[in-house]
């Protein structure tokens, strides 16, 4: 008798508690719910309000797609390059390069049809050194700038602290001045002034300023059609000097690479083991494939990611000739936002994929407010601007993205509140500043200079790529020798 | 859970279907070759379209 009240109460204890989770996963469907709701409220509203708003709209949305995508890929630089140097597993950076393919393949008739709104990056040795920058900084942060956003949204509190840090940093650097003017060559100072640029835009008092206009503005922007004699708007151009040159035989090249180095071993060991054929052609071809669709996961994410990137510049380019201008600027200045536009009149409106210079236009927003003026600069003040954050139109796809992140969480039980411990913000406020540093040196961050570029056939995409691959190994290399130094600390202390 | 997940992608999809019916026909009526991946003939800036302008935009797109 004991004993059958004694199972009856734990089997009511089981059930009180799957029907508790299930409660739990319940109320977090319900939130990610709510939060399509407000998105869909967000577009209606504003559109019954102004038609303009659907321009905003369209980043909304796709933001949303692209934090879904982000999510469900788990698509992440910083764990792809730790991954590849500290435990030599290449499957996320397979999954990243797929991705980065797939987009070229969609991009490249958009490209083709003059429908794209890419427009090419200066190409220099500037690109890998900011790429350098970029990778130390990604790995000590834990995760780069995309995947910061897509974190945040799981709850990640350290991976806002990254894009707090980053977006710091990034609006101080663009308007450090004074005695960073020291460290300008000549050079560039004189160049910068030949530029002839308005009188509000102090151009020989910031480094950055004079790093733009005296050197980056200087070096030759080109896709790969372009070298080779094309133009990009054509069939060949797109297609043979973008996605072939550019993209597939590079990339195909890389993972090639990457299977001989970090795959083929494994994968002919496991041959061997199993008492199979492990050499031939054959055998390698078969290897490489099976690296490739290792991450199923990465790749199904990228190949969407691919085409919602395409199918972005598409609608944006159409909204655009619809309402007649080239920038979002005069769309703001027609519905009566006209604070923190640029002195050209323009903001910050890509037309694709982007994620760093919203972030420091929040920034650069707050700053202005706390009265530091920081409109004269050419970053902000001559060409993106510092909108209120509510309208501005880049800032609705990064806050849809961390929504669309946190939606997907929400559903798959990912969500979970993870609060900083000191050290955890301090690595992150470090790979913050380090990350900041390196996508306003490169004009981009691992998306605006890598994964855009790259995909879009831009020379400067593989070099920001190179140096984003060299400062991610001295990132794992400072972060082994720190490791080992904490333990070896450790052990002294306990007298072994 | 699975179609609660359907309504997502739904109402995303419902979104951008809108989305792209109103920003696509526009190039149509246009022509593409008219847009020329540069934003469209009827262009309007707030400044005007002068030769120093036309090179401002230029640096513009160096520099994002």
Redesign the interface.
């Known amino acids: 008798m004991q004993q059958q009240v004694a199972s009856e109460a734990t089997a009511d204890v089981a059930l009180a508690k799957m029907t508790l989770e299930e409660q739990e ?1 319940r109320k977090k ?1 319900l939130w ?2 709510g939060l ?1 709701g407000f998105f ?1 409220f967000i ?1 209606i509203g504003t559109y019954i309000y102004n038609e303009y708003y ?1 321009y905003l ?2 980043y909304l ?1 796709f933001g ?2 692209y934090g ?1 995508c982000l999510q469900y890929g788990k698509f992440c630089f910083s764990s792809a390059f730790r991954d590849l140097f500290a435990i030599r597993v290449p499957r996320m950076l397979v999954g990243i390069v797929i991705a980065t393919l797939l987009f070229g393949v969609v991009s490249a008739p958009i ?1 083709a ?5 890419f ?1 090419a ?2 190409v220099s040795s500037h690109a890998v050194i900011a790429g350098i920058f970029f990778g130390v900084g990604m790995v000590i942060a834990g995760g780069c700038a995309s995947s910061s956003l897509y974190k945040t949204g799981e709850g990640n509190m350290n991976a806002l602290i990254v894009i707090l840090s980053l977006s710091l940093t990034q609006a101080l650097f663009a308007d450090v001045g004074g005695w960073a003017n020291n460290f300008v060559p000549d050079s560039w100072t004189q160049s910068a002034l030949e ?2 640029l308005p009188a509000s835009i102090t151009v020989t008092d910031g480094w950055v300023d004079q790093y ?2 005296g050197y ?2 200087n070096q030759p ?1 080109v896709t790969y059609a372009e070298i080779l004699g094309m133009t ?2 054509s069939v060949s151009g797109a297609f043979m000097g973008n996605l072939l040159v550019g993209i597939i035989i590079p990339a195909g090249l890389l993972l090639a690479l990457v299977y001989a180095i970090y795959w083929r071993k494994g994968y002919l060991n496991k041959l061997k083991k199993a008492g199979k054929d492990a050499s031939g052609i054959r055998v390698e071809l078969a290897g490489y494939w099976s690296m490739i669709i290792a991450n199923k996961r990465t790749a199904i994410a990228g190949l969407i990611l691919g085409i919602a990137c395409a ?1 972005h510049m ?9 309402f ?3 920038n979002a ?2 769309l703001l ?1 027609r519905i009566g936002w006209d604070f923190g ?1 640029s002195v ?3 903001v ?1 409106d ?1 037309g694709y994929w ?1 994620v760093t ?1 919203q972030e420091a236009q929040w920034v650069g927003w707050s700053l202005q407010k706390m009265g530091i003026e920081n409109m004269d600069n ?2 902000f003040g ?3 601007g510092i909108p209120n954050p509510a309208i501005n139109p880049a800032d609705w796809m990064s806050f849809a993205l961390i929504g669309g992140a946190a ?1 997907i969480a929400l ?1 798959h039980d990912e969500f979970k509140f993870k609060k900083p411990t000191w050290e955890t913000a301090m690595w992150s406020v470090i790979g913050g500043f380090f990350m900041g540093i390196g996508a306003r040196l490169g ?2 961050c691992n998306v ?1 200079a890598f994964f855009v570029r790259v995909a879009n056939g831009d020379a400067s995409g593989w070099l920001f790529g190179l140096g984003m691959a060299g400062g991610a190994y001295l990132g794992v290399k400072f972060f082994n020798w720190w490791t080992e130094r904490q333990l070896a600390k450790e052990m002294e202390s306990c007298g072994l | ?1 699975k179609s ?2 359907w ?2 992608f739904a ?2 999809a419902a ?2 279907g809108f ?2 019916g ?6 149509q009526e ?1 022509g ?2 008219a ?6 003939a ?6 005007e379209s002068d030769a ?2 036309e ?3 230029e ?6």
């Open positions: 996963k469907q990610a719910l399509v869909s577009s659907i709209s369209v949305w949303m797609i879904m490209t049809a003059g429908l794209s709104t427009h990056a200066p530029k002839g733009l206009a980056v503005w922007a990009n708007d199918l598409l609608v944006m380019q159409g909204l655009r000739v619809k007649g201008f080239k600027g005069v200045d536009l050209q009149g323009t910050f890509p982007y210079t050419i970053y001559f060409v993106n939606i559903f004009l981009g605006g | 859970m609660d997940l309504i997502v109402v995303t979104f951008l989305l792209m109103y920003g696509v026909p526009p190039m246009v593409i070759a847009v020329g991946g540069h934003g469209g009827a262009v309007e800036n707030t400044a120093v302008m090179q401002y935009r640096l513009e797109k160096l520099t994002e």
